[in-house]
């Protein structure tokens, strides 16, 4: 599976745009890319995920370009409930019957402030 | 509500001996992990189960084992091998089919402490 790139931390004020990147140059054709975030002192939570069209859902926006080697995360309002740790995760799309596991990086860690 | 149960949510423990960490799903789903996290770390993948009665290791195995008895359950036991067994253990679930329409679902963790 590709490796991914994310800032260490960003900031981003209550109510404006949080625009998240990831990096993941080495991306293959057939690897999806998945964003989750972990609120502190809980399990990891799935956003959103895609693989090469842009996707929204009711949590975010995922912006991948076109040549795939990076993607946006963007949380259209941002919350001080979305303070977290947010992680950019690419891999292989299994097939049927084989389990799901994904390698989690450091992540970025999102403050929103007042 | 659906969801995966993790119990107890702080364990402490003397070195030396073995212990139990629980996890239970109401979400019928196939396959099920168990990660570890460090302060400031990323999650790695310590066992996962893609059906009952079967799973492989993950990065992290040493140490470390599990049992598939049940859809519902797969429980981790830490062994006493496990040279640095303080930390925050993650489990999770994810339904059968292709990755992509199969997040994982995480419970809200086990932090145990030994000492």
């Known amino acids: 599976d590709a490796k991914t790139t994310q800032p260490t931390s960003m900031d981003c004020a209550e109510g404006r745009a949080a625009n998240l990147p990831c990096n993941h140059s080495?991306?293959?054709?057939?690897?999806?890319v998945y964003w989750y975030r972990q609120i502190h002192s809980q399990g990891p939570q799935y956003i959103i995920h895609g693989l090469k069209n842009n996707e929204t859902n009711e949590m975010a926006s995922l912006i991948i370009t076109e040549d795939r080697k990076s993607s946006t995360l963007i949380l259209p309002h941002a919350t001080l409930r979305d303070t977290a740790v947010y992680y950019c995760i690419v891999r292989v799309a299994r097939n049927t019957g084989t389990a799901s596991k994904l390698t989690f990086g450091t992540g970025t860690r999102l403050q929103v402030t007042l | 509500d659906g969801g995966i149960t993790q119990s107890p949510k702080y364990l402490f423990r003397k070195e030396g001996q073995n212990v139990t960490l629980s996890c239970e799903q109401n979400l019928n789903h196939d396959a099920m992990y168990w990660y570890r996290q460090d302060p400031g770390q990323g999650l790695r993948l310590i066992y996962y189960s893609q059906i009952v009665n079967d799973f492989q290791k993950g990065d992290i195995a040493e140490g470390y084992s599990v049992s598939r008895e049940k859809k519902e359950s797969f429980p981790l036991t830490v062994t006493s091998a496990q040279k640095n067994p303080t930390a925050f253990y993650l489990c999770a679930s994810s339904s059968a089919g292709t990755g992509v329409k199969s997040p994982l679902h995480f419970g809200n963790g086990t932090r145990l402490t030994v000492t």
């Open positions: 080495t991306i293959s054709g057939n690897e999806y």
